[in-house]
């Protein structure tokens, strides 16, 4: 098969509620999709981009010019067997994991969609039904933080991540900890500590979590090794990991027991595989992370969270929690229970709205 033209488009959409980490504050995200056309087959993709490079190096701008420049050009006119060689054909690019990772999915959905099979099928998926939890922001008061953790549970979402940051810590862990003495509750700092802040860590100890996710830097697993000897609690590993590489040097050393597989993160489904295969033979759980994604990235993390090694809750929630509108019809939705049902058609399942996605978006860039 062949690759006969992509088509980028950044979209405008407006968070439901501002969402913040410790690093930043969004209340809109700019959406970049990558509709690729495959022998004549449309396939869906996203980019999961940041507006800034405070999560990862990656923006708009930088997906981009290198999918443009680069990614384009090494894939334009290649014959290939299947999307699972589309990782060596984009290679010879360094880094830019986002920028492949988007285009690599769609050519994963137009491939299922050709064969007439569900994408997570095609994956070797065997979850039909998937566990969700949800990430809370930084709230306003430990008040708000609370009635939002209650009106997760409500939905029935089975475990709750709040995140944290230097003076949002202790104190909210111990809150939340206090308010719902037996939900399975976990942590996530975006890299906001450092090893001066090991004894504070530690405090957090007291509140029974699941894991403490990425206190440490981006790209310093050593630390976490050092701080990981020190913990009972499981540290698990989310803006560290961005190869398959980084995340057997992780388990080597003992720098987390949990790992938090992003698609965009790691350049894609043939990377997330490997990683997700590594975890799995040495009996270490991973789970679906997300990046505020529309739907049609939101159906992708849902394929890949029905690989079998991905057996702690996600954060792929519902669609409703993100978007007055989603992109895909339907939208996604979480049962009572608490878990997402795996759709049954063909490709990621769920059917782009063409002309909303229209409507919403504000810069188109076809490559032929
Ligand atoms: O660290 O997991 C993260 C959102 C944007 C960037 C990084 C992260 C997140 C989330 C939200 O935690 C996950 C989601 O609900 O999509
Ligand atoms: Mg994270």
């Given amino acids: 098969m062949q690759v006969r033209r992509i088509t980028l488009r950044e979209l405008h959409m407006d968070l439901v509620t501002p969402f913040e980490t410790s690093y930043e504050r969004m209340s809109m995200r700019r959406i970049l999709l990558v509709e690729a056309d495959v022998d004549g087959v449309t396939g869906w993709g996203e980019c999961v981009v940041g507006e800034t490079p405070f999560y990862a190096p990656e923006t708009v701008e930088t997906a981009v010019h290198i999918l443009r420049d680069f990614l384009w050009p090494a894939i334009k006119g290649r014959e290939f067997q299947s999307a699972a060689d589309v990782w060596n054909l984009l290679s010879r690019v360094r880094g830019h994991s986002m920028a492949k990772g988007g285009l690599e999915a769609a050519v994963w959905d137009a491939e299922s969609r050709m064969k007439n099979v569900p994408l997570w099928k095609l994956l070797g998926g065997t979850l039909q039904e998937i566990p969700c939890g949800v990430s809370i922001g930084i709230k306003q008061s430990l008040e708000d933080l609370v009635a939002t953790v209650?009106?997760?549970?409500?939905?029935?979402?089975?475990?709750?991540?709040?995140?944290?940051?230097?003076?949002?810590?202790?104190?909210?862990?111990?809150?939340?900890?206090?308010?719902?003495?037996?939900?399975?509750?976990?942590?996530?700092?975006?890299?906001?500590?450092?090893?001066?802040?090991?004894?504070?860590?530690?405090?957090?100890?007291?509140?029974?979590?699941?894991?403490?996710?990425?206190?440490?830097?981006?790209?310093?697993?050593?630390?976490?090794?050092?701080?990981?000897?020190?913990?009972?609690?499981?540290?698990?590993?989310?803006?560290?990991?961005?190869?398959?590489?980084?995340?057997?040097?992780?388990?080597?050393?003992?720098?987390?027991?949990?790992?938090?597989?992003?698609?965009?993160?790691?350049?894609?489904?043939?990377?997330?595989?490997?990683?997700?295969?590594?975890?799995?033979?040495?009996?270490?759980?991973?789970?679906?992370?997300?990046?505020?994604?529309?739907?049609?990235?939101?159906?992708h993390n849902i394929a890949l969270s029905t690989l079998p090694n991905f057996s702690l809750p996600g954060d792929v929630s519902a669609s409703r929690r993100y978007w007055h509108e989603d992109i895909v019809e339907p939208e996604v939705t979480v049962t009572p229970q608490g878990t997402i049902r795996v759709p049954g058609g063909p490709g990621i399942g769920f059917t782009p709205r063409l002309d909303l996605i229209e409507r919403l978006t504000v810069n188109e860039i076809r490559l032929t």
């Fill in 150 to 299: 209650q009106k997760e549970l409500a939905c029935g979402y089975q475990r709750i991540k709040i995140k944290i940051k230097p003076g949002w810590d202790v104190t909210a862990a111990a809150r939340v900890r206090e308010s719902f003495p037996r939900i399975r509750l976990m942590v996530d700092a975006n890299c906001a500590y450092t090893r001066s802040d090991f004894p504070l860590l530690q405090q957090l100890e007291a509140y029974y979590l699941m894991m403490i996710e990425q206190p440490l830097g981006w790209d310093d697993v050593y630390s976490h090794v050092e701080l990981q000897k020190l913990l009972q609690t499981p540290i698990c590993l989310d803006e560290c990991i961005h190869t398959e590489e980084q995340a057997r040097e992780a388990l080597e050393l003992g720098a987390c027991r949990i790992v938090n597989i992003k698609l965009g993160r790691v350049g894609g489904y043939t990377v997330a595989r490997r990683i997700h295969d590594l975890c799995q033979k040495r009996g270490v759980p991973v789970w679906c992370g997300g990046m505020l994604e529309s739907g049609i990235g939101r159906a």
